[in-house]
């Protein structure tokens, strides 16, 4: 079956430092993949997202590039905020139908904490 | 901006209690999905629905119940509460197979 797996955390950041947050799959057919961010008390944002091998998807400064060769899709910032501070999901659907219709696979997610 | 929301926010509710979970978008979107979060955060997709009169379990077990009468609204029912059910409930929503869902703010569930 599919699988995502992320980076354990937490992770704790000062402001301006670079930030990966590693995340790699395992899947049957073509997925799509995504990241999503949960602040405290939300329910989960689409972060960003890339549908074939080699998209990059960006967002807020964030960027994840699809790689089918390592199945990695790493989330990164060049430059992390205290708003960044949240929880982060790595996650894929896969669209080939079947047992799965469509629904997303998370990872168990990673706490981020940016101090001033 | 995405148009999927859940009702309550939060609710406290005693054990033995019935309680149905609000979920609705106003997208048009066939398919829909419960997710369970446990404190760790991990997600646990409980039911989904590939459209009206469609619903089926997920990959965690649940003693919870859901209905999808119309596409925009997909209740979810515990006939009755207990402690071992406080979580918090995700509901989400998406156009199709391979493109990204959309999800509610969650209702966090306390069972006393």
């Not at chain 1, 967002?59 to 708003?83: D, I, M, P």
């Not at chain 2, 829909?32 to 469609?54: A, F, K, T």
Request: aromatic share 10%; proline share 4%.
């Amino acid at each position: 079956g599919n699988s995502v797996t992320q980076m354990e955390g937490p992770v704790t950041l000062s402001e301006e430092a670079f930030l990966t947050i590693n995340c790699t799959y395992t899947a049957t057919g073509y997925p799509s993949l995504f990241w999503y961010v949960q602040y405290p008390g939300e329910g989960l944002q689409l972060l960003l997202k890339a549908t074939k091998a080699d998209d990059k998807g960006s967002n807020k400064g964030f960027e994840a590039t699809y790689r089918k060769e390592t199945t990695s899709f790493h989330l990164e910032k060049g430059s992390v905020q205290v708003s960044d501070s949240a929880v982060y999901f790595c996650a894929l659907s896969d669209s080939t139908g079947g047992t799965s219709y469509g629904k997303l696979t998370f990872g168990q997610g990673t706490i981020l904490t940016v101090h001033p | 901006e995405a148009d999927i929301y859940q009702t309550p926010r939060y609710l406290v509710i005693g054990t033995g209690k019935k309680i149905t979970l609000e979920c609705s978008q106003t997208m048009g979107h066939d398919k829909m999905y419960w997710y369970q979060q446990d404190p760790g955060m991990e997600l646990h997709l409980i039911h989904y629905s590939y459209g009206v009169n469609s619903t089926e379990k997920g990959d965690l077990s649940s003693e919870s119940t859901v209905s999808r009468i119309r596409t925009e609204h997909f209740p979810l029912t515990l006939e009755s509460a207990r402690p071992s059910h406080t979580s918090q409930y995700l509901c989400a929503s998406k156009r199709a197979l391979n493109t990204e869902a959309f999800f509610g703010q969650g209702t966090r569930l306390t069972v006393v």
